[in-house]
C-alpha cells in the first residue's frame, strides 16, 4: 500500500515516523520545502519525497492513502487542483483542527470513487517543522473522525486499523458540527487562556524563576503557531466566543467570592472542579 502525505511538518513528520514504526514502509512525503523533504529522506521516513506542485501527478495518482498535514485553508485547494490526478478507491483523510467551514465544499467536488475521512489526531507540539516530529506524540491520544453521507463504512473500519496502529488508544466519530463545538472547548479555549496568561505577566519581572509545574502546564500551549491558530480561531469563530463567555462567567464567580470575601462559594467552586476533573 503507498501512502502519500502532504505537508511534513511537525505533525505530518510525526506521521511518517509512526507509520515507519507501524511497517509501512510504501510512505512518501510533498511537501513545500526542499530541506524538509531531505531531511525526510535522510531520516528514512518517507521513500520518496516531492516538491509541491511540481511532480503532484506522479505521488498522488500512485496513492492508496492521502493524509493531508497542512492548513484549513488550503485542503480546498489541494483537492480542486490535484483532483484528476487521483485514482479510483483512493481514500484521503486530513489532521486540521477545524472542519466546518470545508467539509461540505470538499464533498460536493471530489471525483467518483474518492472517499475522504475527516480526521483529527488530538495530538500535537507546540513547536513547529520537521525538526520536532516524533513517533510517541500519538501514543495513547484521541483520535476523531467526522463521518460524512458519503464515507464507506470498509473505508472508515480500513482508516480506523492504521489510527490503532499508530499508537492511539481511542477514537470517536461525530458529525463536523459537533467536532467544531466541542474543540472550541477542548482545544481553541485553551489555547487563548495559555496566550492571556503569557501576556498578562508584567513585562520585565523575573517570572522565570517563580515558575512551578502548574505554571508550566498551563502555558506550554502559549507558544504558539500564529498563522494556523489565527486561521483556527476565525475559522471556528461563533463556537469559541461562546466558550470564551463561559469561561469568563467562572472566572467572574471566583472573582466575586473573593471580593466578597466569601469562602463557603469559593470552596464549593473548588469543589465542584475536583469532582468534574476526577470523572474525566
Same mark, same amino acid.
Given at each position: 500500500m503507498?501512502?502519500l502525505?502532504?505537508?511534513?511538518?511537525?505533525?505530518g513528520?510525526s506521521y511518517?515516523m509512526?507509520?515507519?514504526?507501524a511497517g509501512y514502509? /510504501?510512505? %512518501?512525503g510533498?511537501?513545500s520545502n526542499?530541506d524538509?523533504?531531505?531531511?525526510a529522506?535522510d $531520516?528514512?521516513?518517507?521513500?520518496?519525497g516531492f516538491l509541491a506542485?511540481e511532480?503532484n501527478k506522479e505521488?498522488?495518482s500512485?496513492?492508496? $492513502?492521502i493524509?493531508?498535514?497542512?492548513?484549513?485553508? $488550503?485542503i480546498k485547494?489541494f483537492?480542486e487542483e490535484?483532483?484528476s490526478?487521483?485514482k479510483?478507491?483512493?481514500? &484521503?483523510?486530513?489532521a486540521?483542527?477545524?472542519?466546518?467551514?470545508? &467539509?461540505k465544499?470538499i464533498?460536493s467536488?471530489l +471525483?467518483?470513487?474518492?472517499?475522504?475521512?475527516?480526521?483529527?489526531p488530538?495530538?500535537?507540539?507546540?513547536?513547529?517543522g520537521i525538526?520536532?516530529? *516524533?513517533?510517541e506524540?500519538?501514543?495513547?491520544a484521541?483520535?476523531?473522525i467526522t463521518? @460524512?453521507?458519503?464515507?464507506k463504512e470498509e473505508?472508515?473500519?480500513?482508516? /480506523?486499523d492504521i489510527i %490503532?496502529k499508530l499508537?492511539?488508544?481511542?477514537?470517536?466519530k461525530?458529525?463536523?458540527? %459537533?467536532?467544531?463545538m466541542?474543540?472550541s472547548? @477542548?482545544?481553541?479555549? +485553551?489555547?487563548?487562556?495559555?496566550v492571556?496568561?503569557?501576556?498578562s505577566?508584567e /513585562?520585565?519581572?523575573?517570572?522565570?524563576r517563580?515558575i512551578?509545574d502548574s505554571?508550566r502546564?498551563?502555558?506550554r500551549?502559549a507558544?504558539?503557531n500564529?498563522d494556523l491558530?489565527?486561521?483556527?480561531?476565525?475559522?471556528n469563530k461563533?463556537?469559541?466566543?461562546?466558550?470564551?463567555e463561559?469561561?469568563?462567567?467562572e472566572m467572574?464567580?471566583i472573582?466575586s467570592? $473573593?471580593i466578597?470575601?466569601?469562602e463557603?462559594?469559593?470552596? *464549593?467552586?473548588?469543589i465542584k472542579?475536583?469532582k468534574?476533573?476526577e470523572?474525566?
Amino acid at each position: 500500500m503507498n501512502i502519500l502525505i502532504v505537508g511534513l511538518g511537525v505533525i505530518g513528520g510525526s506521521y511518517a515516523m509512526a507509520l515507519k514504526e507501524a511497517g509501512y514502509n /510504501e510512505v %512518501y512525503g510533498i511537501d513545500s520545502n526542499l530541506d524538509t523533504l531531505r531531511k525526510a529522506e535522510d $531520516l528514512n521516513i518517507i521513500k520518496k519525497g516531492f516538491l509541491a506542485g511540481e511532480c503532484n501527478k506522479e505521488a498522488i495518482s500512485k496513492a492508496d $492513502l492521502i493524509i493531508l498535514s497542512i492548513y484549513p485553508r $488550503l485542503i480546498k485547494a489541494f483537492i480542486e487542483e490535484n483532483k484528476s490526478y487521483f485514482k479510483e478507491g483512493t481514500i &484521503v483523510t486530513d489532521a486540521t483542527g477545524i472542519k466546518g467551514p470545508f &467539509v461540505k465544499d470538499i464533498c460536493s467536488s471530489l +471525483p467518483d470513487g474518492i472517499d475522504f475521512i475527516f480526521g483529527h489526531p488530538m495530538a500535537g507540539r507546540e513547536k513547529r517543522g520537521i525538526d520536532y516530529a *516524533s513517533k510517541e506524540v500519538f501514543k495513547g491520544a484521541n483520535y476523531l473522525i467526522t463521518v @460524512t453521507e458519503i464515507n464507506k463504512e470498509e473505508n472508515i473500519i480500513f482508516l /480506523e486499523d492504521i489510527i %490503532y496502529k499508530l499508537g492511539f488508544k481511542n477514537i470517536k466519530k461525530i458529525t463536523p458540527e %459537533y467536532h467544531d463545538m466541542m474543540i472550541s472547548f @477542548t482545544s481553541q479555549l +485553551p489555547h487563548a487562556i495559555a496566550v492571556a496568561l503569557i501576556n498578562s505577566d508584567e /513585562e520585565g519581572r523575573d517570572t522565570g524563576r517563580f515558575i512551578g509545574d502548574s505554571y508550566r502546564d498551563l502555558t506550554r500551549i502559549a507558544n504558539i503557531n500564529e498563522d494556523l491558530w489565527s486561521e483556527l480561531f476565525f475559522g471556528n469563530k461563533d463556537n469559541l466566543l461562546e466558550v470564551i463567555e463561559h469561561f469568563l462567567n467562572e472566572m467572574s464567580k471566583i472573582k466575586s467570592a $473573593l471580593i466578597e470575601e466569601n469562602e463557603d462559594e469559593l470552596k *464549593s467552586l473548588f469543589i465542584k472542579s475536583s469532582k468534574r476533573r476526577e470523572k474525566l
